[in-house]
DNA sequence: GTCGATTATCGTAGCGCTGCGATTTTTACC
DNA sequence: GGTAAAAATCGCAGCGCTACGATAATCGAC
């Protein structure tokens, strides 16, 4: 910065004023300043900014993975629209384990981050009481319906479950199962299943639950599918916690020759591109992906801006069953 | 960090000491030291030890989307061996537009990074000229056969292509076609494409491109692969793009009740975990999304210590065609 | 042309840490 | 117990920038 300086021929004070607000450098030193760092190809130490002005560009965000187009779309467009504001994305993903939730929230608030994005509510205590202490602003996502530390953005999984329970319900299915990746993995899971299992049981059905035991896939799926139905041939619709399981339903199904949704309903979450492809179509719901990411920017910027309402604080964004098909 | 040194009643020298080297201090020290630590709850302030010691902690990594398991396992992995050595990843992603990667080299060159990953050899001028200026090291990654910048871990796609039209050739296929994603979005596909129409046509057969509009899309990938076989009844085989694409062709197969591979033999790329349960396995490529994120780690950190050989600078990984029944 | 009011520019003092050389303490050995 | 070498600790300068009050340049009105 003092080469630009000296090469522009005013002071680092002016160079720094014309990098954060230009307008206020009068037209011809704005020039002059520009043109020296054009030719010194100079770039600003964010660092030292942050450091300097004791706060920082930083947004941190963590996710379980960014393996899963969930996460993934919705940090993507958080990213867009953070970063026109200025902001830099800090991504952690915990792999689903809580401790090292805590280990990232440390690493993440060691950059005196600007905003905090966390998934879900559930942290540990030592992590709770980390944030605590800071006064960064915290929003939590892709939940909702628990009291949240800060800001929330998301919808209610249990919802969904009691939503998917009703159009099974409508469409005559009393006899259900619900298969879902490990609820230890994907607590939200737990909670569409328990939405989901209320609602048939108040329809007087049943339901009965499988779970695989780590991530969806589609081959596990098959097998847990044949012993499922072998135990419990009566069954006639089945609720998956997301699409890749439901996908791995339906091509074991295939496979033996069930028709869908004949033999078998099936649904799934997520509505994932190719669930309006299969044969039949997939029933799925949609979550807000891209409208989370949104949300939280705007409440995000809102807020250090220092003008969000405490009522815009929590977000239900709500979801849309998509019936096709398979039910 | 004053306070934390008063608390425990040494200098702040001792504390950052502490910090950075702790078997550097006395054990009845390290021990006063830590105990203030947890009381006061004191976290380091990364900006300014990243200032202080003119190095950072940072690697960036471009990618061109996140939103697509092969970029994000390999982000996914990467993460985890560098952050164990205390790195920490800032991703950006470019959604396929040069120019928004070049604003992206901006932003992270800003943070002074220890490490730089980029997506394939295509960059624009200004990014180059922007590289060359910092001695940062720098990955080009997905992509193999092509002078690096720095270091080269990945796989060649025109191989790929190669490969796959070579399994085609044996299985007796000559009228193929390729379906695409469009190769402005992915120049990598475009080379597979390359590889693949090569091959084929050595062998006396013919290859017929279409490509879609944007993303891999399976409604629109059906629609493309009717038009396909109306106007060219002839072809007997096809090669995707990704599995995703293929999953597009061999649900509009079903749809249309055309047995594979007895009407239509069908090939992705990816080796997604769908691939083995289709109906029938998907024939694929696996590329070695894992091993492409560690060896990145790998070739890092050796060169952060000075000690990477010229040799192992460019590394080519390989893929592994998965044969299954739907060829 | 002069004078106050604006607007633009500058100088200085940190931000919270690290690196290094200087100083103190401990250790090993005669 | 005394000494030199080794280990542990400390103090200070400075990383590259920002914030803010001080100073200088410019403007407008009479």
Redesign the pocket.
């Known amino acids: 910065?003092?080469e630009v300086?000296q090469l522009a021929?005013?002071?680092?004070?002016?160079v720094?004023?014309y990098?954060?607000r230009p307008d206020?450098?009068?037209p011809?030193?704005a020039e002059k300043i520009q043109s020296a760092i054009d030719r010194l190809g100079?770039l600003?130490?964010t660092m030292?900014?942050g450091?300097?002005?004791?706060?920082s560009n930083v947004i941190g965000v963590i996710v379980p993975t960014i393996t899963n187009s969930f996460f993934s779309a919705t940090l993507e467009t958080l990213e867009r629209h953070l970063r026109s504001a200025g902001y830099q994305l800090l991504i952690g993903n915990t792999e689903f384990d809580e401790s090292r939730e805590e280990e990232l929230i440390r690493s993440i608030m060691s950059w005196n981050p600007a905003g905090l994005v966390l998934t879900g509510f559930l942290h540990s205590r030592q992590s709770l009481s980390l944030l605590a202490k800071s006064d960064t602003p915290i929003v939590e996502m892709w939940d909702y319906g628990r009291p949240g530390l800060d800001m929330v953005v998301g919808f209610s999984h249990h919802a969904i479950g009691r939503q998917v329970a009703e159009h099974m319900v409508n469409k005559g299915y009393r006899r259900t199962a619900f298969i879902s990746t490990n609820f230890q993995r994907d607590v939200r899971a737990g909670d569409r299943y328990h939405g989901f299992c209320e609602t048939v049981e108040a329809a007087g059905g049943q339901v009965v639950l499988r779970q695989l035991a780590g991530r969806s896939d589609t081959a596990e799926t098959g097998r847990l599918l044949g012993e499922l139905m072998a135990e419990h041939p009566e069954i006639e619709a089945i609720c998956c916690s997301n699409d890749m399981v439901a996908l791995g339903v339906m091509f074991e199904c295939q496979r033996r020759g069930w028709s869908i949704p004949g033999r078998l309903a099936v649904a799934g979450f997520g509505n994932q591109d190719f669930t309006a492809s299969t044969v039949p179509p997939m029933t799925s719901v949609e979550p807000p992906r891209l409208e989370i990411g949104q949300h939280i920017a705007r409440l995000l910027l809102a807020r250090l801006k220092g003008n969000l309402p405490e009522t815009d604080k929590q977000l239900d964004l709500g979801v849309r069953l998509v019936a096709r098909g398979s039910t």
Do not use: Q, W
């Open positions: 910065m003092g300086a021929d005013v002071s680092p004070s002016t720094s004023l990098m954060r206020e450098v009068s011809r030193r100079y600003p130490n030292a900014g450091l300097a002005s004791s706060r």
